[in-house]
């Protein structure tokens, strides 16, 4: 079964800093999506960021971007210049396959709170 | 505004009660998802349906009764809760290959 595991409850960061959050999981499959998720205090979850497994180069949205190893299986998000706008829960989630209605599974998620 | 809906907002009910939350999406997708989220703990998916087919039933206790009667609608019937059903209900939906987008939510709360 695949599990996702974000090791990180809590992670802070200063206004205008950077700051990483983890999330590995485990799978035995070849093809594969990763995602990351954004809940904030108003509990719409939103997405962040997707990558494709079979896609080497690590994907971008602005401020946010991901590292990820696929040999590892670790795919970590990178928030920049982080705005107090950007204070959520962040789910890392995988999604197997390419049919529809395939299932995500989520990690435990990280509050990630920014200090102005 | 994702383009998923759902109705209730907000659900104080008794233990002996029916209730229905309801969801659409007007994305033209053609999976949807009920998922629970309770507090401390991971996103759980309950029911998956595809093209209007049950696809999936996370082995989610019969009081909550699922029903899709198109690919643009989706129900959760709930019928004699307990207290520990309390959560944030949300619902999903989706294309093939792609991310699915969350509808706001239904928070429940069961006296």
């Known amino acids: 079964a695949q599990t996702v595991t974000q090791s990180q409850p809590e992670m802070s960061v200063q206004e205008a800093e950077t700051v990483t959050l983890s999330c590995t999981y485990d799978t035995s499959e070849s093809d594969y999506y990763l995602f990351w998720y954004k809940q904030p205090p108003s509990r719409q979850m939103i997405l962040v960021i997707r990558q494709e497994a079979y896609k080497q180069q690590n994907a971008t949205e602005n401020r946010f971007s991901v590292n990820f190893q696929k040999a590892a299986k670790s795919f970590s998000l990178k928030i920049s210049d982080s705005q107090l706008g950007d204070a959520a829960m962040y789910f890392c989630a995988y999604r197997e396959g390419e049919t529809s209605g395939s299932r995500l599974t989520f990690g435990e998620g990280t509050q990630l709170t920014v200090n102005p | 505004e994702t383009g998923v809906t759902q109705t209730p907002r907000h659900l104080v009910m008794g233990m002996t009660n029916k209730k229905s939350l309801k969801c659409e999406q007007h994305l033209g997708h053609n999976a949807m998802y009920w998922y629970k989220q309770s507090a401390k703990k991971p996103l759980e998916l309950m029911f998956v349906y595809n093209f209007k087919e049950q696809t999936e039933n996370n082995s989610v206790p019969s009081r909550f009764s699922p029903e899709c009667p198109n690919s643009s609608h989706l129900f959760l019937h709930l019928h004699t809760l307990q207290p520990e059903d309390s959560a944030l209900y949300l619902c999903?939906?989706?294309?093939?290959?792609?991310?699915?987008?969350f509808g706001p939510g239904t928070r429940l709360t069961v006296l």
């Open positions: 999903a939906s989706s294309k093939t290959r792609n991310e699915q987008f």
